[in-house]
């Protein structure tokens, strides 16, 4: 069983479009988190949400929207998507420590 | 804000060769976390450290949570081919709970040559 999924693995769009990035975990953990990987590699946090409730909003453009249905899913929905936006979006989860990363989806805007 | 420093940027070793990488920070850490990361995939924890002067191992793999609590080093033994990836530490400044937020160095992408 994977501990955290996220859907699509894939994802190429036009510029201007709306999508969304779906995420699931069935480990338990209370806190979820959308990270970014720019092309250089480096890990961004976007957000972060205990128990539904919004813990973390980094610097972020306000056409990123995170949802979180319940605890054990947190959904990224991007309007308007523009070129910048092309880079791997990792969701992870946690309990106490360490993250648990799901396997991301690389979004590629053209 | 925390800024980790990961070093080296990258690595080309051959086979069998150990393999040294730290990171040092400009903010005291109470834990110190190394995750490894292969292509395609998303990074995957390795060795969390919680004390200082804490050394932990892992197969080939050994970390240490520096005295200063400032900095942090994985070293791996007689690397073989899979161990290629980016390798990233990353640390943490609030004990406790799920609430906190973790600093990530910028990795160590390794390549290994057979």
């Known amino acids: 069983d994977t501990a955290v999924s996220q859907t699509p693995k894939y994802l190429v769009t036009q510029m201007g479009n709306d999508k969304s990035i779906k995420c699931e975990q069935n480990?338990?953990?209370?806190?979820m988190y959308w990270y970014k990987q720019d092309s250089k590699k480096f890990l961004k946090i976007m957000f972060s949400?205990?128990?539904?409730?919004?813990?973390i909003n980094e610097t972020v453009p306000n056409r990123f929207s995170p949802k979180s249905p319940d605890k054990a899913h947190l959904n990224l929905h991007i309007n308007s998507l523009e070129l910048g936006d092309s880079a791997v979006y990792f969701c992870?989860?946690?309990?106490?420590?360490?993250?648990?990363f799901g396997s991301g989806t690389r979004l590629t805007v053209v | 804000g925390q800024q980790l420093n990961q070093s080296p940027q990258s690595m080309f070793i051959q086979e069998g060769e150990d393999v040294s990488m730290n990171c040092t920070s400009s903010s005291i850490f109470n834990t110190w976390l190394w995750y490894k990361q292969d292509p395609g995939e998303g990074p995957v924890l390795l060795i969390a450290?919680?004390?200082?002067?804490e050394l932990t191992s892992n197969g080939r793999l050994t970390a240490q949570f520096g005295i200063t609590r400032k900095d942090s080093f994985l070293n791996i033994s007689a690397s073989i081919p899979s161990d290629v990836g980016i390798y990233f530490c990353a640390g943490r400044l609030n004990s406790g709970g799920s609430n906190y937020k973790l600093t990530f160095g910028k990795g160590t992408l390794l390549t290994v040559n057979p």
């Open positions: 992870a989860s946690s309990q106490a420590t360490a993250r648990t």
């Open positions: 450290l919680y004390k200082a002067g």
């Open positions: 949400y205990n128990n539904k409730e919004l813990i």
């Open positions: 480990l338990g953990h209370d806190t």
